[in-house]
């Protein structure tokens, strides 16, 4: 199995909180889908002995595209890689993007799959952090996409300043009243060189709190949980058999191709990214030229991927694999700098699978980079 991902590195405006590659000028959108799709092209031979089970655009807003650009860019990956019959074809989409003639026709396409970033349903959220929708167009975009599409995700933000427990909890309640199968929840962070954080450094909107932001993760997961949905990554949320394939991929270790500006690839030995810059993305394009830096993984490397990784999913650490893949000396290591987690009850041990306990979940991040392995050499 691997997936294709499609960077479309354009948005109608600037989200306070991120620090994904976009631009707000439109000016090179059609020279832009032109060049990824030669792109899908010259990559071709990444994948020849590949079934493409996952296409997934991204960005940025893939929903500025119109159906037109986006089927045509679908049809050159058909047209130059194996993909599999049930492939999973994700677009993320903005509700202002979604109006109800856009969703029939989309349901009309390829795209068999929506993740749509409605973040609140409250009106002051979507203000603080500058974005493009509002609460309405929200709610009416989800009536509207639940009559034609299944298979449905909304991201969600929490740890938002201002944001009581119980405008969390009905946040959660009004995303489960339109009978989504998939939820995505992060918590807001403060990125360097944000609009979010230049608010907060100068005393115009209120730092997150680290109290609130645990609180609001309890909450989901306890309510979705109750709801019916399996956590089966720290940060995602779905009903059985919705769980996302082309996330679950990159968490498994699965190989995959990045098409656009900024765009990253792994074929399981090493990560490639593509310059993080229009212009200068278009120009080595339309010279022929992948403008893309790759490295190659160490061993350690590669161990403590699989680290973060499996401790953030339902699938958990395989001691069995580590110390097949790595070593006797990386599964003494591990057991070692476990221990005091295991001890805390931030971790538990069960049929040879490391994980973290429902306690651990929320600090995951912070366990697994005790447990990385940073002084061996490959």
Same mark, same amino acid.
């Given at each position: 199995?691997?997936?294709?991902?499609?960077?479309?590195?354009?948005?109608?405006?600037?989200?306070?909180?991120?620090?994904?590659?976009?631009?707000?000028?439109?000016?090179?959108?059609?020279?832009?889908?032109?060049?990824?799709?030669?792109?899908?092209?010259?990559?071709?031979?990444?994948?020849?002995?590949?079934?493409?089970?996952?296409?997934?655009?991204?960005?940025?807003?893939?929903?500025?595209?119109?159906?037109?650009?986006?089927?045509?860019?679908?049809?050159?990956?058909?047209?130059?890689?194996?993909?599999?019959?049930?492939?999973?074809?994700?677009?993320?989409?903005?509700?202002?993007?979604?109006?109800?003639?856009?969703?029939?026709?989309? $349901?009309?396409?390829?795209?068999? =799959?929506?993740?749509?970033?409605?973040?609140?349903?409250?009106?002051?959220?979507?203000?603080?952090?500058? =974005?493009?929708?509002?609460?309405?167009?929200?709610?009416?975009?989800?009536?509207?996409?639940?009559?034609?599409?299944?298979?449905?995700?909304?991201?969600?933000?929490?740890?938002?300043?201002?944001?009581?427990?119980?405008?969390?909890?009905?946040?959660?309640?009004?995303?489960?009243?339109?009978?989504?199968?998939?939820?995505?929840?992060?918590?807001?962070?403060?990125?360097?060189?944000?609009?979010? $954080?230049?608010?907060?450094?100068?005393?115009?909107?209120?730092?997150?709190?680290?109290?609130?932001?645990?609180?609001?993760?309890?909450?989901?997961?306890?309510?979705?949980?109750?709801?019916?949905?399996?956590?089966?990554?720290?940060?995602?949320?779905?009903?059985?058999?919705?769980?996302?394939?082309?996330?679950?991929?990159?968490?498994?270790?699965?190989?995959?191709?990045?098409?656009?500006? $900024?765009?990253?690839?792994?074929?399981?030995?090493?990560?490639?990214?593509?310059?993080?810059?229009?212009?200068?993305?278009?120009?080595?394009?339309?010279?022929?030229?992948?403008?893309?830096?790759?490295?190659?993984?160490?061993?350690?490397? =590669?161990?403590?991927?699989?680290?973060?990784?499996?401790?953030?999913?339902?699938?958990?650490?395989?001691?069995?694999?580590?110390?097949?893949?790595?070593?006797?000396?990386?599964?003494?290591?591990?057991?070692?700098?476990?221990?005091?987690?295991?001890?805390?009850?931030?971790? $538990?041990?069960?049929?040879?699978?490391?994980?973290?306990?429902?306690?651990?979940?929320?600090?995951?991040?912070?366990?697994?980079?005790?447990?990385?392995?940073?002084?061996?050499?490959?």
């Amino acid at each position: 199995m691997s997936g294709i991902y499609i960077h479309i590195p354009f948005c109608k405006q600037a989200c306070h909180y991120c620090d994904f590659h976009f631009s707000t000028s439109m000016k090179k959108k059609d020279e832009m889908v032109l060049a990824l799709a030669k792109e899908i092209a010259m990559r071709k031979n990444e994948f020849t002995n590949e079934n493409v089970e996952t296409i997934y655009f991204g960005g940025g807003t893939p929903s500025v595209l119109t159906n037109e650009e986006i089927n045509f860019l679908i049809s050159e990956v058909y047209k130059n890689y194996t993909v599999s019959e049930n492939s999973e074809i994700t677009l993320e989409a903005n509700p202002d993007d979604l109006s109800a003639e856009r969703i029939l026709e989309l $349901s009309k396409s390829p795209i068999n =799959r929506l993740s749509i970033g409605i973040q609140s349903f409250y009106e002051e959220d979507l203000q603080l952090m500058n =974005r493009a929708h509002n609460s309405a167009e929200a709610k009416k975009c989800l009536e509207e996409a639940t009559k034609y599409f299944d298979n449905i995700s909304l991201d969600l933000i929490y740890g938002i300043p201002g944001m009581s427990d119980e405008m969390w909890k009905q946040n959660i309640e009004t995303a489960l009243s339109f009978g989504i199968p998939h939820i995505s929840s992060y918590a807001l962070t403060v990125e360097p060189k944000t609009a979010l $954080s230049k608010l907060i450094q100068t005393g115009k909107i209120a730092e997150p709190q680290d109290e609130a932001t645990s609180n609001h993760f309890m909450i989901l997961v306890e309510t979705l949980q109750k709801n019916g949905f399996i956590h089966y990554e720290l940060s995602n949320f779905g009903k059985e058999n919705y769980f996302s394939k082309n996330n679950s991929a990159y968490w498994l270790g699965k190989k995959y191709i990045g098409i656009g500006p $900024s765009a990253h690839s792994y074929d399981g030995e090493k990560r490639g990214w593509n310059i993080a810059n229009n212009s200068l993305y278009l120009k080595a394009i339309q010279n022929n030229e992948l403008p893309i830096e790759t490295e190659v993984l160490t061993v350690s490397d =590669r161990y403590n991927e699989y680290i973060m990784t499996g401790l953030r999913t339902i699938w958990g650490v395989s001691l069995e694999r580590i110390e097949k893949e790595f070593g006797l000396e990386y599964l003494n290591y591990l057991k070692k700098q476990a221990q005091k987690f295991l001890n805390d009850d931030l971790l $538990s041990i069960e049929n040879n699978i490391l994980k973290p306990t429902p306690k651990g979940k929320f600090l995951t991040d912070g366990i697994a980079s005790d447990l990385f392995y940073l002084n061996l050499e490959d």
